[in-house]
């Protein structure tokens, strides 16, 4: 027998087995690549930012204090899974992030009770910053799908249908929420008032209740004022005007700096209910580095025959748009200019 009359029909069934495997392969594919898109709808991870209003803050002695502050949220699927892992659920890593201000509630204990009944002397604000890591566990068939809101304003209390505890905050990332428990985890959450008290709430220390962690009592502290403000000379086009500062309350004594506000004709108004935002107005700024309580600043570029307004803010920073900074707290003058029309 000739080696063709042998191989010929060898290579026609191999053929046939090569195109069967071909079809099986892509049968198998198609099969992998819809597994594959199934998989992609389920999230591994949710989360979102919140601005929270108005919301009660819970210390050792009850609520002391109200925040406003942004929460940022997000849950991420735990892999691996952890053996404590209860059977059924799956396990869920969770970041809480805080940053923000509080206001303080006269007459309420203050948040370290370490000094039992010790109150809170004055209503004062600062910031707070914080973070908390915990690990919550959902039912296998719950799926990250859940919506966190954008804004959740608590009037001042928890009984309110939108409160939201924070022990609860990461349920909301969850198509359902039955089911969803937490295991906690480390936290730590910083408070700081201008005047320089700070309380540090932490997994890490007493839980804010040692006197070593600091405490938030509603101290005062002395704030920058300017007053006595008036013009020193005015022409045409341009003036002097000088003001009086305050000896404490600044953040370096040896240099005072101030905004000055110009409005008036050819430099647009700034809104009085809304100090802020001083619209068009022309910003200034100048720093008083003699330390003798006295400043003055030079206006130029005035209209004879107008009136202008100044509002003297004491500030830090440097010169230069948007280096300045009004001081939380500092009392302002006010001073107006009349330019001679002839």
Same mark, same amino acid.
């Given at each position: 027998?000739?080696?063709?009359?042998?191989?010929?029909?060898?290579?026609?069934? /191999?053929?046939?087995?090569?195109?069967?495997?071909?079809?099986?392969?892509?049968?198998?594919?198609?099969?992998?690549?819809?597994?594959?898109?199934?998989?992609?709808?389920?999230?591994?991870?949710?989360?979102?930012?919140?601005?929270?209003?108005? /919301?009660?803050?819970?210390?050792?002695?009850?609520?002391?204090?109200?925040?406003?502050?942004?929460?940022?949220?997000?849950?991420?699927?735990?892999?691996?899974?952890?053996?404590?892992?209860?059977?059924?659920?799956?396990?869920?890593?969770?970041?809480?992030?805080?940053?923000?201000?509080? @206001?303080?509630?006269?007459?309420?204990?203050?948040?370290?009770?370490?000094?039992?009944?010790?109150?809170?002397?004055?209503?004062?604000?600062?910031?707070?910053?914080?973070?908390?890591?915990?690990?919550?566990?959902? %039912?296998?068939?719950?799926?990250?799908?859940?919506?966190?809101? @954008?804004?959740?304003?608590?009037?001042?209390?928890?009984?309110?249908?939108?409160?939201?505890?924070?022990?609860?905050?990461?349920?909301?990332?969850?198509?359902?929420?039955?089911? $969803?428990?937490?295991?906690?985890?480390?936290? +730590?959450?910083?408070?700081?008032?201008?005047?320089?008290?700070?309380?540090? +709430?932490?997994?890490?220390?007493?839980?804010?209740?040692?006197?070593?962690?600091?405490?938030?009592?509603?101290?005062?502290?002395?704030?920058?004022?300017?007053?006595?403000?008036?013009?020193?000379? $005015?022409?045409?086009?341009?003036?002097?005007?000088?003001?009086?500062?305050?000896?404490?309350?600044?953040?370096?004594?040896?240099?005072?700096?101030?905004?000055?506000?110009?409005?008036?004709?050819?430099?647009?108004?700034?809104?009085?209910?809304?100090?802020?935002?001083?619209?068009?107005?022309?910003?200034?700024?100048?720093?008083?580095?003699?330390?003798?309580?006295?400043?003055?600043?030079?206006?130029?570029?005035?209209?004879?025959?107008?009136?202008?307004?100044?509002?003297?803010?004491?500030?830090?920073?440097?010169?230069? %748009?948007?280096?300045?900074?009004?001081?939380?707290?500092?009392?302002?003058?006010?001073? +107006?200019?009349?330019?001679?029309?002839?």
């Amino acid at each position: 027998m000739s080696p063709s009359s042998i191989q010929a029909p060898a290579r026609r069934n /191999r053929m046939r087995y090569l195109a069967f495997l071909t079809v099986l392969a892509a049968a198998a594919a198609l099969f992998f690549s819809t597994g594959a898109a199934q998989a992609a709808t389920t999230p591994t991870s949710n989360g979102g930012v919140t601005q929270i209003s108005n /919301r009660p803050d819970n210390g050792h002695g009850g609520f002391w204090s109200f925040l406003n502050m942004k929460r940022t949220l997000l849950v991420t699927l735990a892999a691996p899974q952890p053996k404590s892992t209860p059977s059924g659920d799956l396990a869920y890593n969770v970041t809480i992030t805080d940053a923000g201000s509080f @206001t303080t509630v006269l007459g309420a204990l203050t948040p370290n009770q370490s000094t039992v009944g010790l109150k809170i002397a004055h209503s004062v604000k600062g910031s707070v910053n914080g973070t908390y890591n915990l690990t919550v566990f959902a %039912p296998a068939d719950d799926t990250l799908t859940g919506v966190v809101p @954008t804004t959740e304003d608590d009037n001042f209390s928890t009984t309110g249908s939108g409160f939201v505890s924070t022990g609860d905050w990461a349920s909301q990332a969850f198509a359902s929420k039955t089911g $969803v428990t937490v295991q906690g985890g480390k936290y +730590d959450w910083i408070y700081r008032t201008v005047c320089g008290e700070k309380w540090d +709430d932490s997994s890490q220390n007493g839980d804010g209740n040692l006197a070593a962690d600091g405490n938030i009592t509603g101290k005062l502290c002395p704030v920058p004022y300017v007053y006595g403000g008036h013009v020193v000379a $005015v022409s045409y086009t341009g003036g002097v005007v000088a003001w009086k500062e305050s000896l404490l309350g600044w953040p370096d004594n040896t240099i005072k700096c101030e905004q000055v506000w110009i409005s008036g004709y050819g430099f647009g108004a700034w809104d009085p209910n809304n100090p802020t935002n001083p619209g068009t107005s022309h910003i200034g700024f100048t720093c008083d580095h003699s330390g003798n309580s006295y400043n003055q600043g030079y206006l130029r570029g005035l209209t004879k025959g107008h009136t202008y307004a100044l509002r003297i803010v004491p500030a830090t920073g440097s010169y230069g %748009p948007g280096n300045s900074k009004p001081i939380p707290g500092a009392h302002v003058a006010y001073v +107006d200019v009349f330019t001679p029309a002839a």
